[in-house]
């Protein structure tokens, strides 16, 4: 079984994990420029002033800024039909607050969508992704403000008149549900709360949180809003970290529990998006918690007025919830849960598991039937290079096969599914701990940890793999 014609294979990156050159062509310091690297064990440090002798892995992440053309060959030699990328807020607006935005950053995007169109890949735009300037965070401590909003939509025009004849597909902002958890806070907005230095440290305040969340929804709606007026082609999407949870036993209590879950984590951002209004669960969550939404009298009809054209996600893995606290937890992106005794788990931790992505995507479809993405699906694995420098990387061919196989199972069942890209497709660095060694690429990045390395790209034997199912459009796996 092959994808229906005009399914957009490819790959996705994010601006503050691949671009690096923090400090070039006039742009200026983001949220994550300021967090030094970290380990598993170890979290990633908030240094609101950057300290001399420390690391910090976005400085140079790997250097797209600096080898765009040679990696937008490799993608195009894999046949990529798409490219998720984001744009680093920071290199056109250097503070966030400015009125004018900076040339020498947009040409450099310029140059971007150029090279794409050579080959014929579609960009997929991530408008904000974990980058805000952190000028925004100093001034209005991020998106706890609602003054950030006008920044956003100023920055949102530019890229929107700028790019309007070289993109197509937005995304208004990455894993926005990412703030309904408290590593949200920083990550995703921006916010810095008083004593907090690390992002697990557990210095957190939901009230504030889940108010910088409805200014992004406000942000986001406004964006959509605005880019159809300038471009009626434009496709903009909403993506949510997408938690899969599966309730432990048939106990109600169990059942219950997963489905809050569930609600919580990802459809109080889907439901505002995608159909516009916050869905009821989420009052009665609001005002078990204490927390009273400050909204404008206009928010309600921006909200329903701006809802998204298709609905995009990142799945990695499957969680269990269950009412007995004793069992064994698991680690997760952004969120563990219970041990599934019937999953493989990764060298991380995260629970391996196929079948979840066709679950997901059809529960999803059923919810909303809107055109749906997977744009980031991936594993982070220790690589070996072997003394004749190749990377015999199976392992990763077995979990997207595995994958893959399902999202062609959730077609046959009827769901509206338009795009995959795969995460990380040349290594980057890893978002919650700055390392390198967590590696989900085709291409293999000669970097180390510490940040030593010659840069060099090398395609792993998932390269050659992954360049075949593009080719057969799915059908060779």
Known sequence: MKMKDGFYWGGATAANQFEGGWNKGGK????????????HTTPRRIT??????????????????????????????MGFKMFRMSINWSRIYPNGYDL??????????????????????????????????????????????????????????TLFNRYKDQVKYWL??????CLTMPMGAYMAAG??????ETLTDGIDDPQTRFQALHHQFVASAKAVKLGHEINPDFQIGCMVAFMTTYPNTCNPDDILLAQKKDQLSNMICGDVQVRGAYP????????????????????EQTLREGCVDFYSFSYYMSLVESADESLERAEGNLLGGIKNPYLEASDWGWQI??????????????????????????????????????IQDDYRIDYLRGHIEQMKEAVADGVDLIAYTMWGCIDLVSASTGEMKKRYGFIHVNKDNDGNGDLSRTPKKSFHWYKKVIESNGEEL
């Open 28 to 39: 200026g310091p983001s949220t994550s420029d300021m967090m030094t690297g970290g380990t």
């Open 48 to 77: 609101p002033v950057l300290e001399e002798g420390t690391y910090y892995p976005s400085h140079e992440a790997v250097d797209f800024y600096g080898h765009y053309k040679e990696d937008i060959a490799m993608m195009a030699e």
């Open 100 to 157: 004018e935005p900076n040339e020498e950053g947009l040409q450099f995007y310029d140059n971007v969508f150029a090279e794409l169109k050579k080959y014929n890949i579609e960009p997929l735009v991530t408008i904000s992704h974990y980058e805000t300037p952190f000028g925004l965070t100093q001034k209005y401590n991020g998106w706890a403000s609602r003054e950030v909003i006008d920044c956003y939509l100023r920055y949102c025009t």
């Open 172 to 177: 208004t902002f990455n894993e926005i549900n």
């Open 191 to 196: 916010i810095l709360f008083e004593g907090k």
């Open 280 to 299: 009821g669960f989420a009052k009665r969550f609001f005002a078990e918690q204490g927390i009273e939404i400050e909204m404008q009298p206009e928010d």
């Open 353 to 390: 598991d196929p079948k979840g992505l066709r679950y997901t995507l059809n529960h999803l479809y059923d919810r909303y039937q809107v055109p749906l993405m997977v744009v980031e699906n991936g594993l982070g694995a220790v690589d070996v290079v072997e003394e004749d420098g190749s």
